[in-house]
C-alpha cells in the first residue's frame, strides 16, 4: 500500500489549504481513510477521518467547523480542506488508511490505521 499526501505549504493565518492523499495497492473503496498531524515537540493526534463510502465523517473538537473531508473512490483520494487556518495548525499532516476493510465507521484511533503516508507539511504564519 502507498499512500501520498500532497498540498502543504505555507500560508498565512486565517487563509485555506486542500490536501490530497492518493491511495494504492488496495481497493481503495473498502477502506476508511483518516487524517493526523504532528506538531514540533508534541504527539501525533487525530484531525478527520472518513468512513469507506464518505458517509461518515469524523473531526476533532479542535477542527470543527474549519475543516472537512471527503473522499473520491474513483480517484484513490482522499482531501482535507482546512479553511481560518491558524498557527496552531502548523504541523506535518499524515494521511492514513484504516487496518481492516468494510468498516462503515469513520476511526480515530491510532490503532484502527494500518497504513500511513510520508506527510505534508503545513505552517501557518500569524
Known amino acids: 500500500v502507498q499512500l501520498q499526501a500532497s498540498g502543504g505549504g505555507l500560508v498565512q493565518a486565517g487563509g485555506s489549504l486542500r490536501l490530497s492523499c492518493a491511495a494504492s495497492?488496495?481497493?481503495?473503496?473498502?477502506?476508511?481513510m483518516g487524517w493526523f498531524r504532528q506538531a514540533p515537540g508534541k504527539e501525533r493526534e487525530f484531525v478527520s477521518a472518513?468512513?469507506?463510502?464518505?458517509?461518515?465523517?469524523r473531526h476533532a473538537d479542535s477542527v470543527k467547523g474549519r475543516f472537512s473531508i471527503s473522499r473520491d473512490n474513483a480517484k484513490n483520494t482522499v482531501y482535507l480542506q482546512m479553511n481560518t487556518l491558524n498557527p496552531e495548525d502548523t504541523a506535518v499532516y499524515y494521511c492514513?488508511?484504516?487496518?481492516?476493510?468494510?468498516?462503515?465507521?469513520?476511526?480515530?484511533?491510532?490503532?484502527?490505521?494500518?497504513?500511513w503516508g510520508q506527510g505534508t507539511q503545513v505552517t501557518v504564519s500569524s
Open positions: 492514513a488508511q484504516g487496518r481492516f476493510g468494510g468498516t462503515p465507521y469513520a476511526p480515530e484511533s491510532f490503532d484502527d490505521y494500518g497504513y
Open positions: 495497492g488496495r481497493t481503495f473503496s473498502n477502506y476508511a
Open positions: 472518513i468512513s469507506q463510502t464518505g458517509i461518515t465523517t
